[in-house]
């Protein structure tokens, strides 16, 4: 089952000025596990880095996403947004993408419209917070996530699918 990660990494890498800097950059990563989230991060930054013994994950976490709302900006924010339905609320975090504070609470309000505008579920938009995160990746393409029925082995000390 793929699940949501937040995963904090360090490396260094040359800035605009042409000098060494470390840069500590945040993801959220789907992936099957934190082993997994690891191996493609380090995989990911290894392209950006200066070298990739200077690659550290310093964390790893599960989160609890459950829509997310991209565009071509390059902030993310992260909201609570509570629907409501005859007596029973539902509380939800959702991932924006958007310029500002306000295009992305604009741009939830969009997307909750079009999800909820024909339905009886009320819908209010609890917070909307600027976040770290860099970008929403997925670890492996959708057709090659393994399944309870696939062999899996490891290279480079990272878990591959043989299909």
């Not at 260094?12 to 500590?24: D, T």
């Amino acid at each position: 089952m793929v699940e949501l990660f937040e995963t904090k990494v360090r490396y260094e890498a040359i800035n605009e000025n042409g000098a060494n800097q470390k840069i500590i950059d945040t993801y959220v990563i789907d992936a099957i596990n934190f082993s997994d989230v690891e191996c493609f991060i380090s995989r990911y930054i290894g392209e950006k880095a200066l070298d990739k013994e200077s690659i550290s994950v310093r964390s790893i976490r599960r989160i609890k996403i459950s829509l997310f709302v991209r565009s071509e900006f390059d902030l993310w924010f992260k909201s609570k947004i509570r629907l409501q339905h005859e007596n029973k609320i539902y509380n939800y975090n959702v991932l924006v993408q958007a310029k500002d504070l306000s295009n992305a609470y604009d741009q939830l309000e969009k997307a909750l419209d079009n999800e909820y505008s024909e339905t009886d579920f009320d819908y209010s938009i609890v917070s909307v917070q600027k976040t770290t995160i860099v970008d929403a990746l997925h670890s492996t393409p959708e057709e090659q996530r393994p399944t309870l029925f696939d062999k899996v082995e490891v290279k480079d000390n990272c878990m591959m699918v043989v299909k």
